[in-house]
């Protein structure tokens, strides 16, 4: 895709999701953290703490942890790098349009068409340098995507609109910085060509004789004469974030703190959105790689930070971990837009809760069937007249105004009706109820109100076997 | 002196005229002149108010004038835990919208409570049905705490337990004998202790039954369930 493009580098994105006990991101925590890539044998990132302590990037394990014995050493995993970079993209996408990932740890920003929207290329630059203010990070820019890639690894860590500038630059660049595998660049030593100098003052004929395509198209690509695809990125609604903890957490209550982390990007992602979330999952990374489900609802719908964490905070209280947790990610996966609530402004007192913030409290203690209302069901059966429904279900239909017809009704109504033991006198009329004759539970009874010698007055019925039952008091 | 004095009031045995104007103002009348009479205006509009009775009397019955009149400012009712099911005809016989009726349901004494207070500190809810016994000191300040902060009546169920004396706006006794209802105002804030005070306050078709006792007893002339057969 022609265009000037830039490629940005990312240096430690794995360190970036590491949070430790206290809430306290590994760029700013005072306990060494490294990440040790395996494959190599040597530490691949390190946070300031780990570079006082005089670690070097490159250097092998044994020298690292005879240098620092309270190391904490985490090992390089590419699909938590590539996790992080889609979590950048996210924020990126706000600010510019055509993005295109290179996992794990690189971005191709298209830049000449965004300058429509930006004054110039510097303010345009700075918006989103602003975003990536917390990363580490080598950039470049280029009218070649490949060639702002070669660039980028040389830290050449400029933007310019000029063409001359970038190819000045990249004929100093080492062939060590370009896509080429080491068996082309060994070839290429061999007849004399050790700079990107050398590169493109030969012939292209002269190359072409003796390299295959691929090389060719390559080096076109660097000059800027051809130009690559790339899939730009679409963005997903929804929010999957992942930290990994630096202690094995045994007590739930310990898990709010790195829980805050990821709320508060959440909290950035759904209010750039101006989304909210009603449920959240935590997935907890258990040791031996099981996993722990903890579901976090909302009746309201939050995206503030302090409003999930209460929510969090009372239900913590209800979760049993079932092993020692080493990582969280956080999903939200079915996002709304904020409607916004037309309160009266005047009526009552003002509160900072609504209804609906209280009720999502009650329900983090006691569980979603902890609140419930109830309906009127159109049937005279005592027993189906009364309807649970629970607010998270939203099923709540049209109330129905009309008063019942009949006089006294029991405040206190029995699930099943209780056999009647006590001496009891009877003071009203019967009132017949005959219904349900079409289903499993006919109902055919004699209500009569009665009272005992207590004073406690009992909606006491008579069967068809003649037996007598209470079913209801009048508190 | 004055110690003495702050001592007195913060054991609410001694209250200031200047108070008592204010009290007596925010008042909802139960409808029951008698009652009204004796509480000087009727039911505290927020705070605790303990009813000591056994269940089924028609305790709740005598507040609920007072919920519907509540429930005008828009707010919420919340009910905790009842030990039997409320039933919503009951209610909406009573001119309460249910819509804005929730019910809690809990098992646990702790979390009734807790929830209670989450309820009434909100300031969303209008009144908060609760029923418990053996409230402790403590719980019962903390509830009456909540109740003032949230502008919230408290209606406390209490049935068959030795009501022990707590700092609560009003606290009464209720038995019934036939259609008559004793109350004994164990205390309220602002006025006196009243003892054995009766009144007719009954069911409305038993009502009607009383009146018409003059008349002599009609014959059984109800028909059996399937008398046919």
């Known amino acids: ?475 | 002196m004055s110690a003495l004095i702050t001592h007195l009031k913060n054991k609410q045995l001694v209250w200031q005229a200047s108070q008592q104007a204010q009290t007596a103002a925010a008042k909802i009348a139960t409808g029951v002149a008698e009652l009204d009479q004796a509480l000087n205006g009727g039911f505290p509009k927020q705070g605790v108010v303990r009813i000591n009775s056994v269940m089924g009397i028609g305790e709740l019955k005598l507040c609920m004038p007072i919920i519907q009149q509540r429930q005008q400012d828009k707010r919420q009712l919340f009910v905790m835990a009842p030990p039997v099911q409320i039933n919503a005809e009951m209610l909406i016989a009573h001119d309460i919208a249910i819509e804005q009726v929730f019910f809690v349901a809990n098992d646990d004494k702790a979390n009734q409570l807790w929830a209670c207070e989450q309820c009434l500190k909100s300031g969303l809810c209008h009144t908060v049905l609760l029923w418990q016994s053996k409230l402790s000191l403590t719980q019962a300040k903390r509830l009456q705490v909540a109740a003032e902060q949230g502008d919230c009546l408290l209606l406390l169920f209490e049935y068959n337990s030795v009501a022990q004396p707590l700092p609560i706006s009003l606290s009464m006794n209720l038995s019934r004998e036939q259609d008559v209802l004793h109350i004994n105002i164990a205390k309220q804030r602002g006025g006196w202790p009243v003892s054995d005070l009766t009144v007719k306050h009954t069911l409305n078709s038993i009502r009607q039954r009383y009146q018409t006792v003059a008349q002599p007893h009609t014959k059984n002339n109800i028909v059996a369930l399937h008398a046919q057969r």
């Open chain 1, 1 to 475: 895709m022609q265009g000037l493009w830039v490629y940005v580098r990312f240096k430690a994105l794995q360190l970036g999701t590491i949070v430790d006990s206290d809430g306290i991101a590994a760029q700013h925590t005072a306990n060494p953290i490294a990440i040790y890539d395996a494959l190599n044998n040597q530490l691949c990132q390190l946070n300031p703490a780990a570079l006082n302590q005089g670690l070097k990037i490159g250097m092998g394990l044994a020298a690292a942890s005879a240098l620092c014995a309270e190391l904490t050493i985490i090992e390089y995993d590419a699909d938590k790098e590539s996790q992080q970079l889609l979590a950048i993209v996210q924020q990126l996408y706000g600010v510019t349009a055509d993005i295109s990932l290179d996992k794990p740890d690189g971005l191709y920003l298209r830049i000449d068409n965004m300058l429509r929207l930006y004054a110039d290329i510097d303010s345009y630059w700075h918006t989103v340098q602003t975003l990536l203010s917390e990363f580490h990070y080598d950039y470049a820019s280029a009218y070649s995507i490949s060639a702002a890639k070669v660039l980028a690894r040389a830290r050449y860590n400029r933007i310019s609109l000029e063409q001359r500038n970038w190819q000045q630059a990249l004929r100093r660049c080492r062939l060590s910085h370009s896509a080429l595998t080491e068996k082309q660049v060994t070839a290429l030593q061999r007849v004399g060509i050790s700079s990107f100098d050398d590169l493109f003052t030969q012939p292209l004929s002269a190359i072409a004789a003796r390299f295959d395509g691929p090389m060719l198209r390559y080096l076109s690509e660097l000059k800027g004469e051809r130009f690559e695809q790339l899939t730009l990125y679409r963005p997903a609604q929804q929010f999957i974030r992942y930290s990994e903890l630096l202690y094995e957490i045994t007590l739930a209550e310990r898990l709010l703190k790195p829980l805050e982390h990821l709320l508060q990007m959440l909290e950035r992602y759904l209010i750039q959105r101006a989304l909210v979330a009603f449920d959240l999952t935590v997935e907890l990374h258990l040791r031996d790689k099981q996993q722990q489900q903890w579901q976090l609802h909302s009746a309201q719908g939050e995206n503030r930070t302090q409003a999930w964490l209460t929510i969090a905070g009372v239900s913590v209280e209800r979760l049993t971990l079932e092993a020692p947790v080493q990582g969280l990610t956080l999903k939200a996966q079915q996002l709304s837009h904020v409607v916004a609530a037309n309160d009266d402004l005047f009526a009552g007192k003002q509160t900072q809760m609504t209804t609906l913030q209280l009720i999502s409290r009650l329900q983090a203690k006691m569980g979603k069937q902890g609140v419930y209302q109830l309906q009127m069901a159109h049937d005279h059966r005592p027993e189906q007249l009364n309807q649970v429904v629970y607010p998270a279900d939203g099923q709540w239909s049209a109330s129905q105004k009309a008063p019942p017809v009949f006089s006294d009704r029991p405040s206190l109504l029995l699930k099943e009706p209780i056999p009647l033991t006590q001496a009891s006198k009877v003071l009203t009329p019967p009132e017949r109820i005959i219904a349900g004759w079409w289903s499993d539970s006919p109902c055919e009874r004699d209500y009569f109100i009665a009272q005992n010698d207590e004073g406690q007055y009992l909606w006491v019925f008579r069967d068809h076997h003649n037996q007598w039952y209470i079913h209801g008091y009048f508190a």
